[in-house]
């Protein structure tokens, strides 16, 4: 059995989501986003096995660093973002000095791409690269449980105003992608509440 906890880190309250199984006591982590301590709590006495990213805003990839140094563990990340980690224009923490430095990481050890299944904790991740909010972006299939990151949101979507960033193209991703998924699959968005496939292609007014 696997267990899915959420945590809202940083200034922006992006969630983080944490997958472990309480047998092994391992886990993968989503999203490490910005002043990730009560995560870090959290796995203090767990084996972390990976990192995976959905995009690499500087509100998604805040507490990388830290804990990939904690735990040893690999990133994950689309090659299309692959030199955001390390840039902070790209990334947008130097466009918001405000909220914090610069956020430099290290590269990622490993690229994601569309139709990839990722085998962790016993368990299976399908990835979707469902660009439009990033270039890169991510979402991540685990059985009914999908991870959209700033893809899909309850009732929005994300925004396309930032580098790299289309409309025409976020509209697609979720159209084409998102929304072939069955009306009951859970929707762990990068900021906000759940919620399904089904509600939101009855109900979402931006698609």
């Not at 050890?109 to 979707?128: M, S």
């Not at 009732?155 to 790299?164: I, P, Q």
Request: proline share 6%; hydrophobic share 40%; net charge negative.
């Amino acid at each position: 059995m696997i267990n899915i906890q959420s945590f809202v880190l940083g200034p922006v309250q992006t969630n983080a989501y944490l997958l472990s199984n309480p047998e092994t006591n391992q886990g993968i982590i989503i999203d490490p986003g910005m002043n990730p301590k009560s995560l870090i709590k959290k796995i203090a006495d767990m084996d972390i096995v990976a990192i995976l990213l959905t995009h690499a805003h500087f509100d998604h990839i805040g507490g990388v660093d830290e804990i990939r140094k904690l735990k040893g563990c690999p990133v994950y990340i689309h090659d299309l973002e692959a030199d955001w980690l390390t840039n902070p224009k790209k990334n947008g923490s130097a466009r918001w000095p405000d909220l914090g430095a610069p956020i430099v990481t290290d590269p990622a050890e490993f690229a994601l791409d569309e139709g990839q299944v990722l085998e962790f904790l016993g368990i299976k991740l399908k990835v979707f690269h469902t660009p439009g909010h990033s270039p890169g972006s991510v979402s991540f299939l685990y059985d009914n449980h999908l991870f959209s990151g700033d893809v899909l949101f309850k009732l929005s979507v994300g925004r396309t105003d930032l580098l790299g960033g289309d409309n025409n193209t976020l509209l697609d991703s979720i159209q084409d992608k998102l929304f072939l998924l069955d009306d009951e699959v859970i929707v762990y968005s990068g900021h906000g509440a759940k919620t399904t496939i089904g509600f939101e292609r009855e109900n979402n007014p931006y698609v």
